[in-house]
């Protein structure tokens, strides 16, 4: 046997050399030996791609699962932390892409929630954390409100030619849907605030007659109030 100390001076920073060994047996004859060596030292941070493209989770995603995915180093084992059970692993593929399953139990409802990520690579190196990547779970999305209609649900002649605007409330930024006009169905959004304003015109009321109004929003997350 012979051993050899190599230090990193030695060595190619991340790249491949060969090392190469003659044994002179005799003056005539000689052995020769080549070895490929590859100095891996460095493995960049993972990343996690946005939840169900928009860092959200509704009540149905919630109940089904879906799969969270994201990129690094190829064969890289990626760590993900940040679920309401245990770590998750998944291993990167030749397109530096990774995917890992998510069931219900694994996040907080009615929460915010933040993931990281970090990676080890096929020579070992472990990688620093990824960036934060924060989402929603939002399983409940209220029935909207809608306002007394010219303080007294009666539209008189001049309110009826001169229009009105027709108020409520609803979840922050849901998208809300009102039917029953004469004219057809109005999409407004809801503010800020938890306020919401619809334009009314003569066209959009049936004349010397009762209009019954409803209204159902649809939240950030996509779930959609009864």
């Known amino acids: 046997d012979w051993t050899m100390a190599i230090v990193s001076a030695d060595l190619i920073e991340d790249g491949t050399q060969q090392l190469g060994a003659n ?11 080549a070895k490929l060596l590859t100095l891996d030292s460095t493995v960049a941070v993972p990343t996690i791609d946005n939840v169900l493209g928009n860092n959200w989770v509704n009540f149905s995603q919630y109940i089904a699962g879906f799969n969270l995915t994201g990129t690094g180093k190829p064969g890289a084992t990626v ?21 890992t399953n998510v069931i219900f139990s694994d996040l907080d409802p009615n929460a915010s929630m933040t ?12 990688s620093g954390s990824s960036g934060d990547k924060i989402f929603n779970v939002d399983l409940i999305v209220l029935s909207p409100t ?7 649900n009666l539209v008189n002649l001049a309110e009826y ?8 409330t609803g979840e922050f930024l849901a ?12 999409v407004v959004s809801v503010d800020g ?21 409803f209204a159902v929003q649809t939240d950030q997350a996509g779930n959609t109030s009864s």
Not at 23 to 33: G, L, N
């Open 23 to 33: 044994q002179e047996i005799s003056p005539d004859i000689s052995a020769v030996v």
């Open 79 to 99: 760590t993900i932390t940040g679920f309401e059970t245990s770590n998750k692993t998944a291993v990167v593929d030749v397109d530096n892409n990774w995917i």
């Open 115 to 126: 993931l990281t990520a970090t990676q080890t690579d096929v020579a070992g190196n472990v």
């Open 146 to 152: 809608i306002d007394v209609v010219s303080t007294d």
């Open 161 to 168: 030619n001169a229009g009105f605007n027709l108020t409520g």
């Open 175 to 186: 998208t809300l849907v009102i039917t029953g006009f004469e004219s057809g169905v109005k």
């Open 193 to 213: 605030s938890g306020d919401w304003t619809c334009a009314i015109t003569s066209a959009d009321l049936y004349a010397n007659a009762v209009t019954e109004l």
